[in-house]
């Protein structure tokens, strides 16, 4: 298993400040995934993050506003940029364990609240 | 591109009945992984069942089971017994085995458990 620290838990911010998540692995994994969970739906993922090389983000999410960092094999930090109302929502980030029994791991996950 | 379908937002259940939650797929994949996901109030994602899809014998995990249909592309999950905790979200995800471990989520259904 993967054990995965995701801080902070919940957030709440002012409209056009930054806020930066960090997430913290127990083993050394070559991509780590970012989530956005808005409420009472389902996960959109906005980047995958590759240590020692720049993040790929997925369609509608950008570098400008999601940057994120990998700095080493076990830990990422997404860093939400001139927040918003419409940014509220719920962040997770997640590594998945490949093999026979492939599995995904996630963060306890960032609720943020933007006012 | 794949695609993840689950048509129940919501559903509900007396405790120790059964229940099964609808899960549709669409991909050109022949070779992927199917994952049953249960996102209690913690917000925790935890994994309910995997099915490997070039097996045909659907899985198994105590109270739980799937109904793999790989043709029809579709894989339900069966909650049998149901419990108080096993009130949550449950999200259907997909992953394809050639490529870079994105996971792709559908919408979620909430099940509720009525005592």
């Known amino acids: 298993s993967a054990v995965i620290s995701q801080k902070p838990s919940r957030d709440i911010c002012q409209r056009g400040t930054s806020l930066t998540i960090q997430c913290q692995v127990d083993?050394?994994?070559?991509?780590m995934f970012w989530y956005r969970q808005q409420p009472g739906q389902s996960l959109t993922l906005i980047a995958t993050a590759n240590q020692g090389s720049e993040a790929t983000y997925e369609s509608g999410f950008v570098i400008d506003k999601f940057p994120i960092s990998r700095p080493n094999l076990t830990f990422s930090t997404l860093t939400v940029s001139n927040m918003s109302p419409e940014d509220s929502s719920i962040y997770l980030c997640?590594?998945?364990?490949?093999?026979?029994?492939?599995?995904?791991?996630f963060g306890q996950g960032t609720r943020l609240t933007v006012v | 591109a794949q695609t993840v379908t689950q048509s129940q937002p919501e559903m509900s259940v007396q405790e120790a009945e059964t229940v099964t939650l609808s899960c549709t797929y669409d991909?050109?994949?022949?070779?992927?992984?199917l994952f049953w996901y249960k996102q209690p109030p913690s917000r925790q994602m935890i994994l309910v069942i995997r099915q490997e899809a070039y097996k045909q014998q659907n899985a198994t995990e105590n109270r739980f089971s799937v109904n793999f249909q790989k043709a029809a592309k579709s894989f339900s999950l069966k909650i049998s017994d149901s419990q108080l905790g096993d009130a949550a979200m449950y999200f259907c995800?997909?992953?394809?085995?050639?490529?870079?471990?994105?996971?792709?989520f559908g919408k979620g259904t909430r099940l509720h458990i009525l005592p």
């Open positions: 991909t050109s994949e022949s070779d992927y992984y």
């Open positions: 997640s590594v998945v364990r490949q093999g026979r029994n492939t599995e995904a791991f």
């Open positions: 083993s050394q994994v070559t991509m």
């Open positions: 995800a997909y992953e394809g085995v050639v490529r870079d471990d994105k996971i792709i």
